[in-house]
Every structure is written in structure tokens, then in C-alpha cells.
């Protein structure tokens, strides 16, 4: 599916709207979870003297990381974030997906399965019994899936964490009556357009930038490392020609590079099938990958850690 694709007309923001400042009903905003660590959250409320901007032209009725309110709906926009991990996801997205006007799937959880979704090459009963004292305590599926498998999806933020500034353009996008400007292009575009030297060229470091949509700034080579994919593959994007030059180059086994596709969007096609062929997932991120556990952390550490290296590095609202 298309990173940003409009789907039905479900009628005009605001239309459930129930609290009116200066007579305009207000579009009523829910922000809820399935299976995710928060981080995606976390970047809304980082959005800190936007976030009071937005609260004059949204509502919002459900957002339990940051507000005691409740709602069960209906919403005018509703941002979802995590994959459908145990059977009550399922209930609950077809629940949410009815009381939704315009529904947004937030972060690679969400958007691809997440790295839960590395699960769904292994043995699932085996590994919640290595895991767990008490498997049979532990309702969960066999399989991390991405929202859009199980109901219809609005709109899709990449990213883990998503990007401020996609968010920021996708709520101004919704106020206004537009569509969101959000690029499907690959994060050598980016890398191009700031002159950022290519780690891969220059250090031979592995990158995925070329088949990964971007909306993060480059922020991974900008910083000296290689791109491991973490806002999903970009729209006919060739993962399975750059599995075959990765192993041509004579650098890394099949195992190796199936490692390199297995992060945050591994489940998302065609890096799903890439994996597949590579013969799965096993021992999948043993290294590291790209080297992003060290460098970054992962899901919510990672929010802030990347929230730290935006103001580190002086990036604006545009990601410049
Ligand atoms: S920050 Fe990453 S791991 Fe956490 S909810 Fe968002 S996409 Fe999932
Ligand atoms: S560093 Fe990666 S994203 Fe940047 S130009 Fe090189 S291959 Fe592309
Ligand atoms: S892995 Fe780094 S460079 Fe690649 S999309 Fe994610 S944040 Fe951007």
C-alpha cells in the first residue's frame, strides 16, 4: 500500500467535533495503541509548542500516554499505533476502525508489524515457551501483522519512531482540507539533496537507503551509519536486486544479508520476501545490523535518543 494513500471519503473534519471554539467544531483527535513500545507517542508530545498550537484546532478525546480523558468515539481522526500481536488487537482495530472517520496508522509497528513481526518466521509456540515460565498465560498470535492486513487503513506514517514533520504536514493537511505533501522517494534523495557523504561508497558500510522510503532527513547517514530500513521499503522498491549485490560483492553470506532487511520493517513487502529467500530470519540483528542497537536503542529509547540527535544537530521543522 501506498505510504500515504487516501482512501474513502468519510466527510469533512471536525464533523463529530462536540467542543466549539469561536462557533468551529474542533475535529475530534484519538490517539491509541496495540502492540508498540510508546515511542511513536512520544513524538507527538515532543511536538511540545506545537502540540498547544494543534490542541486549538483538534480535540483530543482519547490519548491515554498523555491525558487521563477517555472516549470510545466516534473520532474524526484517529492515530493508531502498534500491530495486531494477541486476539484482542483484533477485536479491538475492527471496533476502532468502525468509530473512525479518517484513521492513521502510526510507526513501523503499525505500518509493517514491527520488529515483533520477526516472530513470524520462527516457531511461535517454542519460543513463547523459552520465553515465558506460564506460556499458557500468554495470549498472543502466531503471526505480528500491520494494521492495514486486518481493516482499512487512511493514512500510513513511516518510521520508529515517525517523523515530527511528516506529522506536523499530516495533521496541517487534515485542518486544511488538502492532501499531505509526503514524498515516496529513497534516502539517497536526501543524502543527495544535503550533500551528505554515502557511507556506503566512501566506508563500505551496508545501507539500505536505496530501496527505503525516506521522511527521516538521512538521519542515519548523517550520523556515520548505514540506513536499516526503519520507514519501510519505498514504492517498488528492488530489495531482491540489492540482496543479490550485497552477496555478489563477495562481503557477506545470504545469512548476513537476510540480516540486514530483518529490522523494524521486515515484514513489509518486498523486504519480506528478500528475507524469505535468504532463508529466514535466524539470527537476525545477532550483529547489530547496521549497528543501530548500539547507536540508537530501539523503539521508545530511540525516540528520545533521535529526538536528542535532531536538536543535537540543529534540524528544523522541514528536517533541514
Ligand atoms: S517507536 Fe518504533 S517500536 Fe516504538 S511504537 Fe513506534 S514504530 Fe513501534
Ligand atoms: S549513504 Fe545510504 S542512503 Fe545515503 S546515498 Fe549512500 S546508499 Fe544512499
Ligand atoms: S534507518 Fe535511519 S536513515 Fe533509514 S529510514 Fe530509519 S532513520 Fe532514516
Same mark, same amino acid.
Given at each position: 500500500m501506498a505510504a500515504m494513500a487516501q482512501k474513502a &471519503?468519510?466527510?469533512?473534519?471536525?464533523?463529530?467535533?462536540h467542543a466549539a471554539r469561536g462557533g468551529t467544531p474542533r475535529p475530534r483527535v484519538g490517539v491509541v495503541k496495540l502492540a508498540s513500545c510508546d515511542g511513536c507517542q512520544l513524538t507527538i508530545l515532543d511536538l511540545e509548542d506545537h502540540l498547544l498550537e494543534l490542541s486549538e484546532h483538534f480535540e483530543i478525546v482519547d490519548f491515554p500516554e498523555a491525558s487521563s480523558a477517555r472516549s470510545n468515539g466516534p473520532y474524526d481522526v484517529l492515530f493508531v499505533e502498534g500491530s495486531v500481536s494477541t486476539p484482542d488487537h483484533l477485536r479491538r482495530i475492527g471496533e476502532l476502525r468502525k468509530q473512525a472517520r479518517v484513521l492513521v496508522t502510526i510507526g513501523a509497528c503499525a505500518t509493517s508489524g514491527?520488529?515483533?513481526?520477526?516472530?513470524?518466521?520462527? &516457531?511461535h509456540d517454542a519460543y513463547r515457551a523459552a520465553v515465558y515460565?506460564?506460556?499458557?498465560y500468554v495470549e498472543s498470535l502466531a503471526r505480528s501483522t500491520p494494521i492495514s492486513e486486518h481493516v482499512s487503513v487512511d493514512f500510513e506514517l513511516r518510521g520508529c519512531p515517525i517523523s515530527p514533520e511528516q506529522l506536523i504536514e499530516l495533521l496541517t493537511a487534515l485542518v486544511t482540507g488538502r492532501r499531505p505533501q509526503l514524498r515516496d522517494e529513497a534516502v539517497c534523495m536526501e543524502c543527495k539533496r544535503r550533500g551528505i557523504v554515502c557511507v556506503m561508497s566512501a566506508q563500505g558500510i551496508a545501507c539500505l537507503g536505496q530501496v527505503t522510503q525516506t521522511g527521516c532527513g538521512a538521519i542515519c547517514p548523517r550520523m556515520g551509519r548505514g540506513c536499516?530500513?526503519?520507514?519501510?521499503?519505498?514504492?517498488?522498491?528492488n530489495a531482491a536486486g540489492l540482496a543479490r549485490w550485497f552477496q555478489a560483492s563477495g562481503e557477506r553470506s545470504a545469512e548476513e544479508v537476510g540480516q540486514l532487511f530483518a529490522g523494524f520493517t521486515a515484514y513489509a513487502e518486498p523486504f519480506r520476501s528478500a528475507i524469505t529467500d535468504l532463508g529466514g530470519t535466524r539470527g537476525a540483528r545477532r550483529s547489530g545490523g547496521g549497528g543501530f542497537i548500539a547507536a540508537g536503542g530501539t523503539g521508545a529509547g530511540r525516540a528520545s535518543y533521535l529526538a536528542g540527535t535532531r536538536r543535537m544537530e540543529g534540524i528544523d521543522d522541514d528536517g533541514r
Open positions: &471519503d468519510r466527510g469533512r473534519p471536525g464533523e463529530h467535533g514491527g520488529i515483533q513481526a520477526l516472530r513470524n518466521w520462527a &516457531d515460565p506460564t506460556p499458557e536499516y530500513g526503519c520507514f519501510g521499503p519505498r514504492e517498488q522498491a
